[in-house]
């Protein structure tokens, strides 16, 4: 049995910040302008897609949009054993990308007069959370993880034999926020760095459900996934992923050996924290839109995109907005957020005039071997995720930007390595 210290550094028990560090990871020398006319080298993203299959990924989807291009493909394999192929519209689960819907859903409700982002929470939820405390955190600190309210999957998940042990299990809401707001706060609210958490998106979830009157999933399904348009985005009502879906295999660094599928799982445990499952094509779409103005308007978006320094779960300090975090590659500054999971991961992000959007999932999770500290060592899949982000992001301007500074790989959970 791994320790809880252990557990809670390198098991993939919540919807961690994989790409928390990717601001850091991808950095080279300056910005360079994107190219003219957009471009999406056809040829170099499916390359890429395939080196990262190539490299040990079992399987990869990925979509990318510029404009009014638009390129999709899938390399690998959807089931380890029966070798069933990967397909672009598979539905996923993304993670920690649940949290941007959720803010988008709270920031309806600022613009409607109901919630006010500045007001303390516990205006609207005094049972849950009493007295000073109750008066310390502010809505805007829960979108932003300055609330210093503690991380309840490091309660709830204690150990490795618990991932199995809850797989089937309904946590109620008010189970998860307790189990966060009872262990030792991280801080004190409102000091920067803060530190993520994903019970401060649970605690939004309530939230919402006390202003609106109705399920947080089904506001959030109604408000936002329809009026974005989006088809294929959902919050499971079983452990099982709706339409064609992919396996989700865990390494847990060596610990299942082969990967451990969890792709049936009850998701309650993240609830509006991490159980959205959707497609590449609607992670993009949904960018598309909020980065247009089209999801809020032009003040709360400003809101969302004011960033606070925040410690991730690997450690790492970096910006985070409200329910965003920008990503600053050669090519400009993107907007979005990822996702984890046992077994899969997700990047969606879009760049700043919601003009260039990028979307992709992957189906195994800690593939990495550990140092002799316990951190992981940077694998080929790494280099090769770093490859295809950056050409899914920065298109023609990548050989460019790889010629004049070769940039450093990300890893998983904030870990890099530079080649």
């Known amino acids: 049995m791994l320790s809880v210290m252990t557990i809670r550094r390198l098991a993939t028990f919540a919807s961690r910040l994989g790409a928390a560090t990717l601001a850091v990871a991808l950095l080279a020398a300056s910005p360079v302008a994107a190219a003219e006319d957009g471009g999406l080298d056809r040829q170099r993203l499916r390359q890429t897609l395939d080196a990262v299959h190539e490299a040990g990924m079992y399987g990869i989807y990925s979509n990318v949009v510029d404009g009014r291009r638009s390129w999709k493909g899938a390399s690998g394999v959807a089931d380890a054993e029966t070798r069933r192929p990967m397909r672009p519209d598979m539905v996923h689960r993304a993670g920690s990308i649940t949290k941007s819907f959720v803010a988008v859903a709270v920031l309806q409700q600022v613009g409607k007069g109901t919630i006010e982002l500045d007001a303390p929470i516990g205006r609207y939820l005094p049972e849950l959370i009493p007295g000073e405390r109750g008066q310390q955190i502010t809505v805007r600190m829960l979108l932003n993880h300055t609330s210093h309210i503690a ?58 459900e006390k202003v609106t009157g109705t399920s947080a999933e089904r506001y959030i399904t109604d408000h936002v996934f329809r009026k974005a348009g989006l088809r294929h985005t959902s919050f499971p009502r079983t452990p099982y992923l709706p339409g064609p879906s992919s396996k989700a295999y865990e390494a847990l660094f060596g610990y299942f050996d082969p990967p451990k599928d969890y792709s049936v799982y009850n998701m309650s445990w993240a609830w509006t924290s991490g159980a959205v499952a959707s497609t590449m094509e609607d992670l993009n779409r949904f960018f598309r839109l909020l980065l247009r103005g089209e999801l809020l308007d032009a003040t709360l978006l400003a809101e969302m995109q004011k960033t606070v320094p ?71 899949i790494d280099f090769a995720i770093g490859d295809h982000l950056l050409e899914a992001a920065c298109g023609p301007d990548t050989a460019a930007t790889r010629a004049a500074r070769p940039l450093p790989a990300i890893g998983v959970d904030g870990g890099t390595a530079t080649p």
């Open 151 to 208: 991380n309840h999957t490091d309660v709830l998940f204690p150990t490795v034999e618990s991932l199995d042990a809850n797989r089937f299990r309904t946590f109620p809401p008010e189970e998860l926020a307790r189990a966060g707001l009872g262990a030792p706060a991280t801080g004190q609210p409102g000091v920067t760095p803060g530190a993520y958490s994903n019970t401060n998106f649970v605690i939004a979830g309530l939230l919402l």
């Open 310 to 380: 925040i410690r991730s779960f690997s450690g790492a300090v970096f910006d985070y907005g409200l329910g965003i975090f920008p990503l600053d590659l050669p090519c400009g500054r993107f907007w979005g957020h990822d996702g984890s999971v046992p077994g899969m991961q997700t990047f969606a992000f879009s760049n700043a005039d919601g003009g260039h959007q990028f979307a992709f999932g992957t189906n195994l999770r800690n593939y990495q071997q550990l140092d002799e500290n316990g951190g992981p060592v940077a694998h080929a």
